[in-house]
């Protein structure tokens, strides 16, 4: 079988690991917690950085600190993973969505104003696949209307807009170390961001909202989201790595971009747009409408042949959970659902070789040519 992604471990994780073991140091309070935490801020320009237990995770505990209430509405692409908008909706507020680009696949930004009521309080920019999405434009609105804007960077490590790091921008970012992004710990995740205020809440809640005067008095509820020595050791040596990771990911890329550009019944993904340079977190396909073919067909072919792919997101207006809540009723995102009935990506992790990536590309040629 052809993994769609396999992480590599092979520079110091097994080192700084066995660290951990001898010295008998494997709970969050170990040393290299705190040493991941600035390693990475640092990276992304940031001046705290909070590692938690998952991107997830930190995308709940950077919404809660918002304070928001029942009446407050949060834009959000409808094109996404279902973090951001579930953690919208335990907040009590209302995700509000917005449609993508069938070329970036990022969240329309010129769709945004239209959006903006007197109830909107944040934006959430999604950074999908590889590209980051337009952000100079959004900071614009985030400005003019006071809005707080959260980063999704969960698969932009390594990744720049006009030069600057993904994780940057907007008031908190996020990242996620499941082990299909660029750099893993096993599960993890971080909040990044320059306010000391929102780091001491983020370090609050993550840690039960403890406090120092007197253990086990609480004046809020937090959640344990607390990260391990075991999984900042592994994210110490796979961080000294990701420059090495982009550029292996760029290679791949560029190999099958070139390799699958004569298919004329499929699009790839964009190679640059003005602002950034594709690092290919996934490589994605989207097969053209004029082809009857859905994702679900090639999948299963590419699966006869051992190639394990996956599915492109489902959009948020059409998932059954949020339906029942009755969210997102009559709203329609055309691009969001032919992306969902129409995308796919195909194998791409560090450890895929060049003769794995031709049978790929072999298959591919059987299916479209
Ligand atoms: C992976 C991902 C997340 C969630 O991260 P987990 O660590 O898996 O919880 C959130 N947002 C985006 C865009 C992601 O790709």
Redesign the pocket.
Known sequence: MILVNEPDLNGNELKYLTECIKTNWISCEGSFVKKFESEFAKTVNRKFGIALT????A?DLALHSLALSKNDEVIVPSF??I??VASIIRTGATPVLIDSNLETWNMNVEDIERKITPKTKAIII???YGLPVDIDPVIQLAKKYNLIIIE?A??MHGQTYKGKPCGSFGDIS?F???PN?HITTG???MIVTNDIEIANKINSLKNLCFVPERRFVHYELGWNARFTNLQAAIGLAQLERLDIFIKRKREMGKYYTKKLSHLKSISLPLESTTYAENIYWVFGILIKPECKLTANDVIKKLAEKNIQTRPFFYPMHLQPVFTKMKLFKNEEYKNSEIMANKGFYIPSGLNLTYQQMDIVIEALEDIFA
């Open positions: 998952s991107g997830s995770t995308l996404t993973i973090s951001p999604v950074h999908i999704d969960a698969e996020i996620s170390f499941y992004k599960e993890g995740g």
